[in-house]
């Protein structure tokens, strides 16, 4: 017996048989198929968040930035040639 605890989830039969044929395909079970699906979700709307936020930068801070990305673009050389 599992000690992993689940639960019921609801879906339309549309639905269900589409994460089954996706997880036929991907040769794996339609728990991961889900839970790959919220990971990518999460993942999406963290991203947005971060686009979010950056463009209510306004011109002074992105300025800014530009600059302190500038005056760092050199310090990780390790003074090796590229050669």
């Known amino acids: ?3 992993k605890k689940s639960t ?3 879906v339309p ?3 269900r048989d589409e994460i089954a044929r996706l997880a036929e395909l991907k040769d794996t079970t339609m728990q991961e198929v ?3 699906a919220v990971r990518r979700f999460e ?3 963290w991203w947005a968040s971060v686009y979010d936020a950056l463009n209510e930068w306004d011109e002074p801070t992105v300025s800014g930035y530009a600059t302190d990305a500038q005056n760092l673009e050199g310090t990780t050389l390790d003074g090796l040639d590229a050669a």
């Open 1 to 3: 017996m599992s000690t």
């Open 34 to 36: 889900v839970a790959e």
């Open 13 to 15: 039969t549309k639905l």
């Open 8 to 10: 019921t989830l609801r």
């Open 43 to 45: 993942r999406e709307e």
